[in-house]
């Protein structure tokens, strides 16, 4: 069925104004009288007018929306700054399209092209990979405004972004003060993944003379309880075992915490278990879950932020890609402590 859409000339009939006298009352324009602009509005709303946005685009050159990618509707973090970038563009007037791209290279190129064919004024995305960014810096060179919403340093693309690398580091030196030196990690160690975790964790060992033990480094295929739960059937047969672990999210180390509490293994006592990104959950987790924070407001704020004068900047002349990455901090919970020297050998 075919929709019946309201034009300006429609609602000139039905009051007897010109379209032009139609067009200003609609807009509020004080050159048309109070008690005119009344009728008109109350014709429009009659007939169930709404404005032509396409229209009004056609002529602005902008539609007012923003385009929104991100890996994975499944991980809470996303949405958690999904929510907070929609919101805070709504109070600047604009619209959010949301995508996402499964985690998957093509789908994500895919999203990108199907949201400029529908012209939007920008775009702020989660890459699926921190260094395959070919496509995401063509739109740069091309002086659309794009914001990436992860820290990669000398990427050449505008990016704000919580300091990964930082934060396991820190993380890592964390649990290595605590007196453990055999600290696990659940984390990607692909170069074509997004390792910046895993390399905070490299740099504080081998600061502090520790010898990096690859049976120690699980790859999670998914970021979900049910894969941190299975990876420590594999960390937990390692001998000696480890006496700490670092996850790079906080399901990964819900699964953890529950495979612990199945096979008769204490969390701090036996294992510490840090997380990552600092989740609502993880405070009320069968052990309140240490993690590193994800400052989810300051990303998608100062985020929004910078895309806004990419779109206020001409064409030609962008501003300089700037990086901005934030410092996170360690939040300590119940599940992180230092070993007990009878538990290491077990």
Known sequence: MAKTIVRLKDIAEKTGFSTNTVSLALRESSRVPLETRDIIQRAAKELNYLPNHVAKSLVSKETRTIGLVVTSIKNPVHTLVAEVIERTLAERGYSTLFATSREDLATEKRVIEMFRSRQVDGMLIYPVSHRRIDHIKALRQFGFPVVMLVGVRDCGIDSVGIDDRRGGYKATRYLIELGHRR???????????????????????????????????????????????????????????????????????????RWCQVHGVRVPEEIAIMG????????????????????????????????????????????????????????IRESTRGPLVAATPR
Do not use: W
């Not at 309140?288 to 001409?314: C, E, H, K, Q």
């Open 183 to 257: 600290i696990g990690i659940f984390n990607p160690t692909d170069p074509n993944k997004n390792i910046e975790k895993f390399e905070g964790y490299l740099q504080a060992l081998s600061e502090a003379g520790i010898s990096f033990d690859a049976e120690l480094a699980l790859l999670p295929t998914v970021t979900s309880p049910a894969q941190g739960y299975y990876l420590m059937d594999t960390l937990m047969a390692v001998r000696p075992r480890p006496t700490a672990l670092l996850n790079s999210v906080d399901a990964l180390a819900i699964g953890a915490l």
């Open 276 to 331: 990552y990104d600092n989740l609502d959950s993880s405070e009320f987790a069968s052990v309140p879950l240490s993690s590193v924070n994800y400052a989810a407001d300051i990303v998608a704020g100062m985020a929004v932020d910078r895309l806004m004068r990419l779109i206020s900047s001409s064409v030609d002349l962008l501003p300089e890609a700037r990086v901005t990455l934030i410092d996170p901090e360690l939040v």
